[in-house]
């Protein structure tokens, strides 16, 4: 076949691609897709993609066709004198034949994986002259990568930027809409309240309960807005992870000793199981602090007078596996299919329980972008198990 006929054929490609990626508006899914075209139409080993953010000035790991690769370098902040920082700051494709003849070339990535670069093209990712992000190709799988491939490549680039683009805008109306939706009913309960206050006739108990009222609704609203910020950047692929080994045991110990005042509070027993060695996670310990605290903080709320919660962890093989326990109300079995969807509530609890709605939403979605996913077993009146599953990352040497 020609070499005009092998582009001709990749540009038929590239034209049903661009019709996938623009009905694709979930930000996780199109990243995906985008990797696995790219590896495809460029005939490479593998492929991934950074991400630009703006703010910070960094760009950063957010997709890999391959996922255990992905588990270990997501987030990881690639320098401006890399070849994926080259391209981006030029805003320039990039074909390399052999990266470690490259002075720009990344080791610290490499040190992190079993997978070897040999030869590399970077494309970047622009919508509207705003820079998205580097799209990379990483190892022809026979000879040199030619120019028709580095455009064909640069051609899915720009695709790629305006799909992403637009999946995040799709993603932030879609949540905002959600939130002023969910925020009608404290500034409800607010604007009541301050209306009662004005009348003269009401006693000093009905006073106070409408300060207690504006006070409660005022810190529902103060959770949402934090609760939403948090979403929303991970939605976007803006929120940064700063990975770093640590104990876990130790990290249950003091997530437990946080939470245990409003445990003792709510007349629920806290225990931190033992058993099995202490072993070390590489990972963002903040954001998996953060999942850790929601789950026990739930396991707390959804409990009954004289409860109990068990935190325990263990590595099993190549994962760690922190599980939460509770012997509380349980979930019934039509809602376990909606427990991580944003502002999802059971009825039971919306009645009777404070919350936003987006707390297991965000530490799903912390959780998967470490590599891992959380598991849930659960009978109604007899209490659920919230198990977080981790890839084990290794310090590099």
Known sequence: MEAWEITLERYKQLIEISRDLASTLELESLLKRIVSVASEISDSEAASILLYDEQKKQLRFHAASNETSLAQIFGIIVPTDSLAGWVALNREPVVVADV???????????????FITHSIIAVPMIAKDKLIGVLEALNKREGTYSDSELEVLSVLGAQAAVAIENARLFQQSDLISELVHEIRTPLTSIGTAADLLQRTEISNEQYLQMVKIIQNETQRLNDLASSFLDLARLESGRTSFQLSSFDVRELLDECALIINPR??????????????????????????????????????????????????????????????????????????????????????????????????????????????????????NAGSTFTVSLPLQHTTP
Do not use: C
């Open 263 to 380: 445990a003792v509070e709510s007349e629920v027993e806290m225990t931190v199981e033992e058993g099995g060695d202490a072993f070390v996670l590489e990972a963002d310990r903040d954001k998996i602090k953060q999942v850790i605290l929601n789950l026990l903080s739930n396991a707390v709320k959804y409990n009954r007078p004289r409860g109990s919660v068990f935190l325990s962890a263990a590595q099993a093989g190549a994962n760690a596996r922190i599980a939460v326990r509770d012997t509380g109300l349980g979930l019934a079995e039509e809602d376990l299919s909606h427990l991580f969807e944003k502002f999802f509530r059971t009825s039971s609890s919306e009645k009777n329980v404070r919350g936003t709605g987006l707390g297991l939403s965000i530490s799903n979605k912390i959780v998967k972008s470490h590599g891992g996913h959380i598991e849930v077993q659960s009978e109604l």
């Open 100 to 114: 470690h003849k490259d002075k720009r070339w990344f080791t610290s990535v490499e040190d992190k994986l079993e």
